[in-house]
């Protein structure tokens, strides 16, 4: 006979809860090791390569993960695209604020164009971030739709 170990699925709950939350911690962490190699200490992208290919590899594992089982970070209505656009302005917006406050403390303002040369860089990598953004928020959005549609035909076939 075998040995089962039955478990209450509060403690189940907790256990993946705190499996959860450890993951988001690491993931930040390595987000935070990343900038501070890269802008702070002017490492080249050997020294902290291992970190940008594990958040890469683990933020790709997590959302593939949810499309597989249909239940992506967007909803296939209307609502969805308007995150997929938010989404985009939001990472535009960090990824300028990021880039040009560390870019001033590395370059300073004078080396970057003055307050006019500041403001532009701003413009231009916000633009870039956005666009690059909204590109893979729509990918992701337009798998996670299909996905989706699928599951739904599946449920509706079956009854």
């Known amino acids: 006979m075998k ?27 390595l987000l935070i090791s990343i900038l501070l190699q890269k802008f702070m200490f002017n490492a080249s992208f050997s020294e902290y390569a291992a970190e940008f290919i594990l958040l890469i590899v683990s933020a ?22 308007t995150l997929v656009v938010i989404h985009s ?5 960090a990824i300028a604020a990021i880039a040009t406050t560390f870019n001033a403390i590395n370059l300073g303002a004078e080396q970057m164009g ?8 701003t413009l231009i990598t916000f633009a870039s971030g956005a666009l690059i953004s909204f590109i893979v928020f729509q990918f992701l959005f337009m798998i996670n739709k299909k996905k989706q549609k699928q599951i739904d035909e599946k449920y509706n076939d079956t009854e």
């Open 89 to 93: 302005v939001v990472s535009g917006l």
């Open 114 to 121: 003055g307050a006019g040369g500041i403001a532009i860089t």
């Open 3 to 29: 040995n089962v170990n039955i478990q209450d699925e509060r403690i189940v709950s907790q256990r993946r809860k705190i499996q959860s939350d450890a993951f988001g911690v690491l993931f930040w962490g």
């Open 60 to 81: 790709i594992y997590v959302e593939g993960r949810n499309i597989i089982a249909g239940s992506g970070s967007y909803s296939i209505d209307f609502s969805g695209q």
